[in-house]
């Protein structure tokens, strides 16, 4: 048995699908080392209100195939003060936390680490669908997304193929490209735009307008929601093409839905592993993927980490689209 008595538990701005199959690893790995678990609503908002509830392993059954998070989660404006951190980990103290675990993307994790210099131990899981904490090759919900985003774009494709339009599709990733990416590729789309760096639109019209000299009849441009002005884009390539384009933009259908196997292993192994940390005594660590392996990092030194943007996939979408 570890001298860790109990730990408390939240997710964190956006949801992701995997989540709840990270919330029940946690749980039920406590629940085996003899570990009570405070589950904590809505993020950091429900800790600085004390809206908490204990969870025990069958409080966690059902959950792992359900998109969403069954905490609850929100984004606190008030954890972005130092009041509020300090007000937080207070709370954390009276609650007699050994350890906080924080399921969450790159914003939710530095609220940890302003936590952990009050001396409250942080132990992150990477959920967000965006794959954007640069310290970790995979992040829990970005599997679902992708496939999400490309079940819609097959559906798009029909009917862009049907009227010989342009298609141009959004999808999510506000800072980043790799949901775009990803889909891009998956999907055969001719053109992406990431915000990482974004191509100039006459390059966009050019494309369109060399694929259907070669003879194709629909295009399929995909857009991240960093770059955004989708409809804009529409409207600019109809009008300097007079092809007829269409603009759909995914939004928030792609944070929904079944997590993928994928999804519910990382979920799994991450929160199998958090709770081993903490239990062996470990401060303040991210869960992460790095070449293939399942690991854990230094909480400060994973959130300064800065991935260089990689143009590879870009490169291939570029070679396959023509
Ligand atoms: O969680 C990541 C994300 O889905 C981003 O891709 C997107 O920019 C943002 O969250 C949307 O946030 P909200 O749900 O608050 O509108």
Not at 142 to 148: E, H, I, L, Q, S
Not at 211 to 223: A, E, F
Request: aromatic letters at 4%; hydrophobic letters at 40%.
């Amino acid at each position: 048995m570890s001298e860790i008595k109990k730990i408390g538990l939240l997710t964190s701005g956006g949801d992701a699908p995997g989540m709840n199959a990270a919330i029940r690893s946690v749980v039920r790995t406590a629940k085996d080392h003899g570990i009570k678990v405070v589950g904590i609503n809505r993020g950091y908002e429900g800790l600085l209100h004390g809206d908490i509830r204990e969870l025990d392993g069958k409080d966690v059954s059902g959950i792992m195939n359900r998109g969403g998070t069954e905490l609850y989660t929100a984004r606190s404006e008030e954890m972005r003060t130092p009041e509020g951190v300090e007000k937080a980990a207070n709370i954390c103290r009276i609650l007699q936390l050994d350890a906080l675990v924080v399921i969450g993307g790159n914003g939710s994790l530095a609220g940890g680490l302003d936590l952990s210099k009050h001396g409250i131990n942080i132990i992150g899981i990477p959920g967000t669908i965006d794959l954007d904490l640069d310290c970790s090759d995979y992040t829990i919900g970005f599997d679902t997304a992708v496939n999400t985003s490309l079940d819609a774009i097959n559906k798009i494709r029909d009917t862009s193929c049907s009227h010989e339009r342009c298609s141009v599709v959004e999808v999510m990733g506000r800072n980043a490209g790799f949901i775009a990416l990803w889909t891009a590729l998956s999907g055969g789309a001719e053109e992406v735009l990431v915000p990482e760096d974004p191509v100039d639109r006459n390059a966009v019209v050019e494309q369109i307008l060399e694929n259907r000299s070669n003879g194709k009849n629909h295009n399929l441009i995909v857009v991240a929601e960093g770059v955004g002005k989708s409809q804009e884009l529409a409207e600019y390539i109809e009008s300097t093409t007079g092809i007829q384009t269409r603009a759909t933009i995914l939004g928030h259908l792609q944070r929904g839905g079944t997590p993928t196997a994928k999804d519910r292993m990382a979920a799994g192994i991450m929160g199998y592993q958090a709770v081993k940390a903490i239990a062996e005594g470990k401060k303040n660590r991210i869960m992460i993927v790095k070449d293939g392996k399942y690991t854990d990092i230094d909480l400060a030194e994973g959130l300064a980490y800065k991935r260089e943007y990689d143009d590879s996939l870009y490169k291939i979408i570029k070679i396959l689209a023509i």
